[in-house]
């Protein structure tokens, strides 16, 4: 066991390749070893907004970090910059980390990334990382399915690129089913996507909990419903990054909540009920 970590059978991030590496929802235990290895072998990390800084100490004092994802005032590099940015650093003989949050392949366009290395020919590996919309769940006692819930779970991105809803989903059969709903970029999302389920008919009193930084000391739990949960998610001031969770797997008698995110009293577990007290007091 000792040797886990260190064993000879793990493959080796080598120079002149990219790894595609997920470093999950942000609680720096749910990175895989092979994430570690990787990012402790690096020359070159190529990291997302979200990943979490305290993963990044793991890297190599003369390493180079570049943050390619969106922070505040300025544009995030595009697709075409960051697939040109892995494919040099691989081609100078780097190795190369490419880190996500969550798995790089869920809504993290790890598929499009390694597209581009293969059609440039150079090699690469997909490292699977825990997804927020199972490990954030987990988090918050949620199981993403619950013998007496749902026998199905979907997971869906509430956001497009220029904002829209994205046009192929099937609103009336999301609403119709009674399987559970995981709705990815959801604070930006709630807005549409609460309506759009409304109005295809989707009960108002569905069970709503929206699960906001995740796996963090910052991690908040609201519990509301699908009627309430734009108002809810206003007047708590949810933000970014949260996973909305619809369905019988968000009613907080079948939640099994265990994770105490170490901060000041707003972290505290939030429902609509005390969060009306704390306004009416
Ligand atoms: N590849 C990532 C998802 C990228 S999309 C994964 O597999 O988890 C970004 C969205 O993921 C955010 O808008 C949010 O909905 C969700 N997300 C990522 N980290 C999260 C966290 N710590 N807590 C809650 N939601 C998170």
């Known amino acids: 066991m000792h040797s886990l970590a260190h064993s000879t059978t793990l493959p080796q991030l080598e120079a002149g390749s990219v790894w595609l590496v997920g470093a999950g929802p942000g609680d ?26 305290e993963i990044l100490s793991e890297a190599r004092r003369n390493a ?21 940015l892995m494919i040099e650093g691989a081609r100078d003989g780097l190795r190369v980390v ?17 597209a581009a290395l293969r059609d440039a020919g150079i090699p690469f590996r997909i490292v ?20 007496d819930a749902n026998a199905a779970v979907t997971f869906l991105t509430g956001h497009q690129t220029g904002g829209a809803l994205p ?31 409304l109005s295809h008919g989707r009960d108002a009193a569905t069970p709503v909990a929206i699960v906001a930084h995740a796996t963090t000391p910052s991690q908040r739990v609201l519990n509301t419903t699908l009627g309430e949960a734009v108002l809810a998610a206003r007047r708590a001031k949810i933000d970014a990054p949260a996973l909305i969770v619809i369905g019988r797997i968000a009613d907080p008698a079948l939640a ?17 009920r005390s969060l009306l007290a704390a306004f009416t007091a």
């Open 64 to 84: 180079r970090l570049v943050c390619v994802g969106r922070r505040k005032g300025n544009a995030p590099t595009t697709q075409d910059e960051i697939a040109r």
């Open 256 to 272: 099994t909540p265990w994770f105490e995110p170490q901060q000041d009293e707003h972290a505290a577990r939030i429902t609509d």
């Open 28 to 53: 720096p235990g749910l990175l895989t070893l092979h994430a570690v290895g990787a990012i402790r072998a690096a020359d070159l990390v190529l990291y997302d907004a979200l990943i979490n800084t």
């Open 167 to 197: 046009g192929d989903l099937d609103w009336d059969a999301l609403a119709r089913s009674d399987n559970a709903l995981v709705v990815y970029m959801g604070v930006s999302a709630l807005d549409r996507v609460v309506p759009a389920l």
């Open 128 to 147: 699977p990382g825990v997804t927020a919309g199972i490990g954030g769940l987990a988090y918050a006692g949620i199981a993403a399915t619950h013998r």
């Open 98 to 114: 490419r880190l996500k949050g969550g798995d790089p392949c869920m809504f993290g366009r790890g598929g499009e990334e390694a």
